[in-house]
């Protein structure tokens, strides 16, 4: 038995459909965000990404806690680069794609495991997701953008504050699912 095969036992049919749902809502709120973000950061010269990042980040803190297992968010960031290198349109980087995507969800997985925490304590969630959009802007900036070090810096810092953002709204519409039983805790 593979790892892979090994790792996805864990979750069950339920996780693997929220693992997806997740995934996909994140792809369908980039698509929709990022236009609109780009009318502010292309004056800036920082990717938008790295401003709206928070906003589609989030799903994989939701796919993260809507599980309540570790790796989900790594494999709704697989997910996601599956969907657009097959849907391509203007979020896919081609196969640098699954470098693009999955590393934000391998970075949250990271953070929530060194912090001993999962996708319910706003702590964890806030840097998990400011992380996650951090190692995105870092990773599509060595392959695509290579901005100067200051318009870098800036990007850096919209990634960081809408990562931190993205975080806690997640943290808050996982709360809210819980508090109506939507979700067990975890």
Not at 33 to 43: G, Q
Not at 67 to 80: I, Y
């Amino acid at each position: 038995m593979t790892l892979i095969q090994r790792s996805l036992r864990r979750f069950t049919v339920r996780d693997l459909i929220l693992t997806a749902a997740a995934a996909a809502l994140g792809i369908a709120v980039k698509t929709v965000v990022t236009p609109l973000i780009h009318i502010v950061s292309a004056p800036l010269l920082i990717p938008g990404g790295a401003l709206a990042g928070g906003l589609y980040m989030m799903w994989l803190i939701m796919a993260a806690g809507l599980t309540g297992k570790r790796g989900a968010a790594s494999l709704a960031g697989f997910v996601q680069a599956i969907l657009v290198i097959s849907a391509g349109g203007t979020a896919s980087h081609g196969l640098l794609s699954l470098v693009s995507y999955t590393l934000p969800g391998l970075t949250v997985d990271l953070i929530l495991f060194l912090a001993r925490q999962r996708a319910d304590a706003l702590p964890g969630c806030f840097f998990a997701c400011m992380a996650a959009n951090i190692a995105g802007t870092i990773s599509v900036n060595m392959v695509f953008f290579r901005l100067p070090l200051i318009p870098l810096l800036l990007s850096l810092t919209a990634a960081a504050l809408s990562g931190g953002a993205g975080g806690v709204l997640a943290w808050h519409l996982l709360r809210a699912l819980r508090r109506f039983n939507i979700i067990p805790e975890i």
